[in-house]
Protein backbone atom coordinates (compact mmCIF):
# COMPACT_ATOMS: atom_id res chain seq x y z
CA UNK A 1 0.00 0.00 0.00
CA UNK A 2 1.29 3.09 -0.75
CA UNK A 3 0.89 6.12 1.38
CA UNK A 4 -2.14 8.39 0.55
CA UNK A 5 -1.18 11.29 -1.50
CA UNK A 6 -2.52 14.05 1.46
CA UNK A 7 -0.18 12.64 4.05
CA UNK A 8 2.76 11.57 1.87
CA UNK A 9 2.71 15.39 -0.14
CA UNK A 10 2.61 16.81 3.41
CA UNK A 11 6.29 17.22 5.17
CA UNK A 12 6.20 16.44 8.58
CA UNK A 13 8.81 17.91 10.65
CA UNK A 14 7.57 16.52 14.25
CA UNK A 15 6.34 12.96 12.99
CA UNK A 16 7.20 10.29 10.44
CA UNK A 17 3.95 8.34 8.63
CA UNK A 18 4.74 5.27 6.99
CA UNK A 19 2.69 2.82 4.79
CA UNK A 20 3.54 -1.09 5.18
CA UNK A 21 5.23 -2.20 1.88
CA UNK A 22 3.19 -5.71 2.75
CA UNK A 23 0.13 -5.11 4.77
CA UNK A 24 -2.76 -3.05 2.71
CA UNK A 25 -4.31 -0.74 5.28
CA UNK A 26 -1.30 -0.49 7.74
CA UNK A 27 0.03 2.95 8.49
CA UNK A 28 2.42 3.88 11.58
CA UNK A 29 2.84 7.42 13.05
CA UNK A 30 6.05 7.55 14.73
CA UNK A 31 6.73 10.52 17.09
CA UNK A 32 9.88 11.65 15.48
CA UNK A 33 12.01 14.31 17.47
CA UNK A 34 14.14 11.70 19.26
CA UNK A 35 16.79 14.37 20.44
CA UNK A 36 13.73 15.61 22.69
CA UNK A 37 12.55 12.54 24.00
CA UNK A 38 9.79 12.98 21.77
CA UNK A 39 8.64 15.39 23.97
CA UNK A 40 5.06 17.08 23.04
CA UNK A 41 5.41 20.69 21.67
CA UNK A 42 3.19 23.11 19.96
CA UNK A 43 4.18 21.69 16.65
CA UNK A 44 3.71 18.07 17.06
CA UNK A 45 0.25 18.82 18.79
CA UNK A 46 -0.43 20.46 15.16
CA UNK A 47 0.92 17.65 13.04
CA UNK A 48 -0.63 14.81 14.90
CA UNK A 49 -4.04 16.69 14.83
CA UNK A 50 -3.46 17.35 11.24
CA UNK A 51 -2.50 13.49 10.37
CA UNK A 52 -5.83 12.28 12.03
CA UNK A 53 -7.72 14.41 10.56
CA UNK A 54 -6.47 13.15 6.61
CA UNK A 55 -6.12 9.73 8.22
CA UNK A 56 -9.57 9.65 9.51
CA UNK A 57 -10.66 10.28 5.72
CA UNK A 58 -8.75 7.68 4.21
CA UNK A 59 -10.93 4.49 4.13
CA UNK A 60 -7.90 2.70 2.61
CA UNK A 61 -6.20 3.06 6.29
CA UNK A 62 -7.56 0.55 8.58
CA UNK A 63 -4.89 0.07 11.30
CA UNK A 64 -2.85 2.70 12.83
CA UNK A 65 -0.26 2.01 14.92
CA UNK A 66 1.54 5.15 17.26
CA UNK A 67 5.36 4.77 18.32
CA UNK A 68 7.64 6.59 19.09
CA UNK A 69 11.76 7.09 17.68
CA UNK A 70 14.66 7.06 19.50
CA UNK A 71 14.96 6.01 22.95
CA UNK A 72 11.42 6.11 24.54
CA UNK A 73 7.83 6.68 23.46
CA UNK A 74 7.45 10.31 24.56
CA UNK A 75 8.95 12.60 27.22
CA UNK A 76 5.27 14.07 27.31
CA UNK A 77 4.47 18.21 27.05
CA UNK A 78 7.20 20.03 26.20
CA UNK A 79 7.88 22.79 28.51
CA UNK A 80 11.07 23.40 27.41
CA UNK A 81 12.15 23.25 31.21
CA UNK A 82 14.02 20.41 33.16
CA UNK A 83 11.62 19.05 36.05
CA UNK A 84 14.83 18.69 38.92
CA UNK A 85 13.96 21.47 40.43
CA UNK A 86 10.22 20.77 41.14
CA UNK A 87 9.38 23.88 42.45
CA UNK A 88 10.58 25.90 39.88
CA UNK A 89 9.54 23.98 37.14
CA UNK A 90 5.98 24.41 38.43
CA UNK A 91 6.06 27.78 38.92
CA UNK A 92 7.13 28.76 35.25
CA UNK A 93 4.69 26.28 33.16
CA UNK A 94 2.17 27.75 35.24
CA UNK A 95 3.55 31.71 34.52
CA UNK A 96 0.45 33.11 32.41
CA UNK A 97 2.24 34.55 29.59
CA UNK A 98 -0.57 35.82 27.46
CA UNK A 99 -3.68 37.61 28.00
CA UNK A 100 -5.91 35.05 29.34
CA UNK A 101 -8.25 34.13 26.37
CA UNK A 102 -4.99 33.58 24.25
CA UNK A 103 -3.89 31.11 27.11
CA UNK A 104 -7.03 29.68 27.41
CA UNK A 105 -6.76 28.96 23.13
CA UNK A 106 -3.79 27.15 24.08
CA UNK A 107 -4.43 24.98 26.74
CA UNK A 108 -7.20 23.66 24.64
CA UNK A 109 -4.42 22.16 22.78
CA UNK A 110 -3.80 18.91 24.34
CA UNK A 111 -7.67 18.54 24.24
CA UNK A 112 -7.69 18.45 20.86
CA UNK A 113 -5.13 16.19 20.26
CA UNK A 114 -6.39 13.83 22.52
CA UNK A 115 -10.08 14.05 20.67
CA UNK A 116 -8.40 13.71 17.55
CA UNK A 117 -6.50 10.78 18.11
CA UNK A 118 -10.02 9.22 19.67
CA UNK A 119 -11.96 10.34 16.81
CA UNK A 120 -10.09 8.09 14.41
CA UNK A 121 -12.57 5.42 12.86
CA UNK A 122 -9.54 3.09 12.05
CA UNK A 123 -8.82 0.83 15.24
CA UNK A 124 -5.67 2.41 16.82
CA UNK A 125 -2.75 0.26 18.71
CA UNK A 126 -0.27 2.40 20.56
CA UNK A 127 3.71 0.84 20.76
CA UNK A 128 5.64 1.67 23.55
CA UNK A 129 8.93 1.14 24.39
CA UNK A 130 10.99 3.23 27.01
CA UNK A 131 8.88 5.32 28.85
CA UNK A 132 5.75 7.23 28.26
CA UNK A 133 5.01 10.38 30.76
CA UNK A 134 2.34 12.49 31.27
CA UNK A 135 0.79 13.65 28.33
CA UNK A 136 1.97 10.95 26.43
CA UNK A 137 -0.13 8.51 29.21
CA UNK A 138 -3.13 10.69 28.21
CA UNK A 139 -3.03 10.06 23.96
CA UNK A 140 -1.95 5.75 24.81
CA UNK A 141 -5.14 6.04 27.00
CA UNK A 142 -7.15 7.45 23.63
CA UNK A 143 -5.80 4.15 21.71
CA UNK A 144 -7.88 1.27 21.13
CA UNK A 145 -5.07 -1.15 22.16
CA UNK A 146 -1.95 -1.13 23.50
CA UNK A 147 1.35 -3.04 24.13
CA UNK A 148 4.73 -1.92 25.51
CA UNK A 149 8.08 -3.70 25.57
CA UNK A 150 9.19 -5.49 29.17
CA UNK A 151 11.54 -2.49 30.80
CA UNK A 152 9.07 0.57 29.69
CA UNK A 153 7.77 2.63 32.44
CA UNK A 154 5.15 5.34 33.13
CA UNK A 155 4.52 8.10 35.05
CA UNK A 156 2.15 11.03 35.59
CA UNK A 157 4.07 13.51 37.67
CA UNK A 158 1.94 17.09 36.94
CA UNK A 159 0.12 16.91 40.12
CA UNK A 160 3.24 16.53 42.63
CA UNK A 161 5.13 19.24 40.37
CA UNK A 162 1.63 21.57 41.18
CA UNK A 163 0.03 21.44 37.51
CA UNK A 164 -3.38 20.71 37.11
CA UNK A 165 -3.66 17.91 35.01
CA UNK A 166 -5.79 18.44 31.56
CA UNK A 167 -5.83 17.28 27.97
CA UNK A 168 -8.81 15.47 29.07
CA UNK A 169 -6.67 13.02 30.83
CA UNK A 170 -8.67 12.53 34.28
CA UNK A 171 -11.93 10.42 32.36
CA UNK A 172 -9.76 8.73 29.99
CA UNK A 173 -7.95 7.47 32.40
CA UNK A 174 -11.01 6.84 35.05
CA UNK A 175 -11.87 5.24 32.47
CA UNK A 176 -9.02 2.62 31.63
CA UNK A 177 -7.93 2.28 34.57
CA UNK A 178 -10.30 2.68 37.46
CA UNK A 179 -11.18 6.06 39.91
CA UNK A 180 -9.22 4.31 42.70
CA UNK A 181 -6.08 3.50 41.14
CA UNK A 182 -6.35 6.55 38.96
CA UNK A 183 -5.99 8.69 42.61
CA UNK A 184 -2.96 6.99 42.94
CA UNK A 185 -1.09 7.42 39.88
CA UNK A 186 -2.42 10.70 39.59
CA UNK A 187 -1.51 12.37 43.29
CA UNK A 188 1.74 10.58 43.93
CA UNK A 189 3.32 10.62 40.58
CA UNK A 190 4.95 7.52 41.01
CA UNK A 191 6.86 5.44 37.99
CA UNK A 192 4.79 2.50 37.33
CA UNK A 193 5.93 -0.44 35.08
CA UNK A 194 4.82 -2.29 31.74
CA UNK A 195 3.73 -5.74 34.25
CA UNK A 196 1.81 -3.06 36.72
CA UNK A 197 0.09 -1.32 33.85
CA UNK A 198 -0.67 -4.59 32.23
CA UNK A 199 -2.12 -6.04 35.62
CA UNK A 200 -3.90 -3.07 36.14
CA UNK A 201 -5.76 -3.41 32.18
CA UNK A 202 -3.75 -0.15 30.87
CA UNK A 203 -1.82 -2.42 28.24
CA UNK A 204 -2.87 -5.45 26.52
CA UNK A 205 -0.03 -6.89 26.72
CA UNK A 206 4.01 -6.71 27.61
CA UNK A 207 6.44 -7.62 24.80
CA UNK A 208 10.04 -8.42 24.78
CA UNK A 209 12.58 -5.78 24.45
CA UNK A 210 12.47 -4.39 21.16
CA UNK A 211 9.17 -6.13 19.71
CA UNK A 212 7.12 -3.72 20.30
CA UNK A 213 6.25 -2.46 16.77
CA UNK A 214 6.64 -5.70 15.11
CA UNK A 215 3.93 -7.26 18.19
CA UNK A 216 1.77 -4.37 16.90
CA UNK A 217 2.44 -5.46 13.30
CA UNK A 218 1.37 -9.12 14.08
CA UNK A 219 -1.80 -7.71 15.54
CA UNK A 220 -2.59 -5.08 12.63
CA UNK A 221 -1.90 -7.95 9.89
CA UNK A 222 -4.70 -9.98 11.99
CA UNK A 223 -6.75 -7.32 12.01
CA UNK A 224 -6.77 -6.53 8.01
CA UNK A 225 -7.35 -10.11 7.71
CA UNK A 226 -10.65 -10.40 9.68
CA UNK A 227 -14.22 -8.74 7.91
CA UNK A 228 -13.38 -4.95 7.99
CA UNK A 229 -17.62 -4.00 9.01
CA UNK A 230 -17.39 -6.61 12.07
CA UNK A 231 -14.40 -4.99 13.16
CA UNK A 232 -15.31 -0.90 12.32
CA UNK A 233 -18.98 -1.98 13.82
CA UNK A 234 -17.23 -3.45 17.21
CA UNK A 235 -14.73 -0.33 17.43
CA UNK A 236 -17.78 2.61 17.05
CA UNK A 237 -19.98 0.30 19.93
CA UNK A 238 -17.32 -0.26 22.78
CA UNK A 239 -15.97 3.38 22.35
CA UNK A 240 -19.59 4.46 22.49
CA UNK A 241 -20.24 2.10 25.52
CA UNK A 242 -17.11 2.93 27.07
CA UNK A 243 -17.72 6.94 26.88
CA UNK A 244 -21.29 6.21 28.51
CA UNK A 245 -19.56 5.28 31.62
CA UNK A 246 -16.97 8.08 32.10
CA UNK A 247 -17.63 10.58 29.40
CA UNK A 248 -14.35 12.11 28.19
CA UNK A 249 -16.07 15.48 26.84
CA UNK A 250 -16.89 15.65 31.05
CA UNK A 251 -13.33 17.47 30.19
CA UNK A 252 -14.59 20.25 28.44
CA UNK A 253 -13.45 22.70 31.32
CA UNK A 254 -9.65 21.76 31.46
CA UNK A 255 -8.89 24.58 29.77
CA UNK A 256 -10.61 27.42 31.86
CA UNK A 257 -9.16 25.15 34.93
CA UNK A 258 -5.54 26.03 33.71
CA UNK A 259 -5.87 29.30 32.61
CA UNK A 260 -7.98 30.04 35.98
CA UNK A 261 -4.75 28.80 38.09
CA UNK A 262 -2.41 30.58 36.26
CA UNK A 263 -4.22 33.76 35.99
CA UNK A 264 -4.50 33.37 39.98
CA UNK A 265 -1.23 32.79 40.43
CA UNK A 266 0.06 35.81 38.71
CA UNK A 267 -2.47 38.14 40.85
CA UNK A 268 -0.99 36.58 44.06
CA UNK A 269 1.52 39.06 45.48
CA UNK A 270 5.18 37.84 46.05
CA UNK A 271 6.30 37.18 49.30
CA UNK A 272 8.33 40.74 49.40
CA UNK A 273 4.76 41.99 47.91
CA UNK A 274 2.64 40.91 50.67
CA UNK A 275 4.74 42.40 53.50
CA UNK A 276 5.24 40.69 56.99
CA UNK A 277 2.90 37.64 57.91
CA UNK A 278 -0.03 38.38 60.54
CA UNK A 279 0.46 37.51 63.50
CA UNK A 280 -1.18 34.03 64.92
CA UNK A 281 -4.37 34.53 66.59
CA UNK A 282 -4.14 34.08 70.59
CA UNK A 283 -5.83 31.20 71.46
CA UNK A 284 -9.14 31.03 74.27
Known amino acids: MAL ?15 ADPELDGLVTVSLARP ?25 AIRVVVFAGEGRAFSAGADLGRSTRDGARFAD ?16 LTGVRTAEAIEALPQVTIGAVHGFAVGGAVVLLACMDLRLAEAGTWFSIPEV ?20 ARVR ?31 TARAWAARLLATDPLAVALTKSQT ?17 DLLTLVRAVRAARPSPSEAGPAAPPAASA
Open 239 to 255: RALADAMVPAHGAYADA
Open 160 to 179: PLGIPLTWGALPRLVRELGP
Open 92 to 107: EAMTLREPPLVERERA
Open 35 to 59: EKLNAIDAAMHRELQEACAIIAREP
Open 184 to 214: ELVLFGDRFSAEAAERWGFLNAVTARGFARE
Open 4 to 18: PEPLASRSWSRLRIE
